[in-house]
């Protein structure tokens, strides 16, 4: 072989180990978890040595971080019995919503009607909202997709997935781990971050009490998580 049909075999070589680690780069990032991953509780271990975690409640009259201390009397599942509400569940938006090329999920409480998580603008981009009395299809294109979140996959840890999730209106804010620091110490917040993986991890507990649907307005073919 000469030197000229080894360089164009090199060269050739290399871009197709190039193409292929594009093309898994861009399959990872599509992000479409298996359906029984998208319903539960939405929390993370705020020091998992003393088993603290904090779990996403979206029942408040502010959406917030809930604390708990995990003990055989305080379980994620007996948590979710004394609390369904937050037992949280995403959902396809409409065909016809601009979430949908971005990838985008609505997200809730699972037994509540009409209340949809967005993020705001006004004082700063990163507050968290409900918005209340909307139904699926006017959530599907709410306030130009302020109630759409890309849920990322970013890794496993002993079995579980662990999540970051992104708002598609403002792309780079994430779900924090971190209240904000004048509206409030416990606020779900979403902050910047420049990719996935530096972004906080949440993990999705689903839990084995059964928590009714409660958006009578939410089209079957566009449920996630469900059985």
Request: glycine share 8%; charged share 25%.
């Amino acid at each position: 072989m000469t030197m000229k049909n080894r360089n164009s075999t090199f060269v050739l070589l290399v871009t197709a180990l190039l193409l292929f680690a594009t093309a898994t780069g861009c399959e990872k990032d599509d992000n479409k978890p298996a359906s029984d991953k998208l319903e539960g509780l939405f929390y993370y271990y705020s020091d998992e040595a003393n088993m603290q975690i904090r779990v996403i409640d979206l029942n408040a009259v502010s959406p917030f971080r809930r604390s708990y201390t995990l003990s055989e009397e305080v379980t994620l599942d007996l948590i979710a019995q004394d609390r369904e509400e937050l037992v949280i569940k995403a959902y396809r938006p409409a065909t016809t919503s601009p979430m949908v090329s971005k990838k985008g999920m609505l997200i809730k409480s699972k037994n509540a009607n009409g209340e949809w998580l967005f993020i705001g603008n006004n004082p700063w981009i990163g507050l968290t909202g409900i918005a209340d009395g909307e139904t699926w299809s006017e959530a599907s294109e709410y306030a130009e997709g302020a109630t759409g979140f890309r849920i990322h996959e970013k890794d496993v840890v002993n079995g579980e997935t662990i999540y970051a999730i992104e708002s598609t209106k403002y792309p780079g804010w994430y779900f924090s781990h971190n209240g904000h620091p004048i509206q409030g110490a416990n606020l779900l917040c979403l902050e910047e971050f420049p990719d996935v993986d530096k972004a906080p991890g949440f993990r999705i507990y689903k839990p084995d009490v059964q928590v009714l649907e409660g958006d009578p307005s939410v089209p079957k073919i566009f449920e996630i998580g469900g059985d």
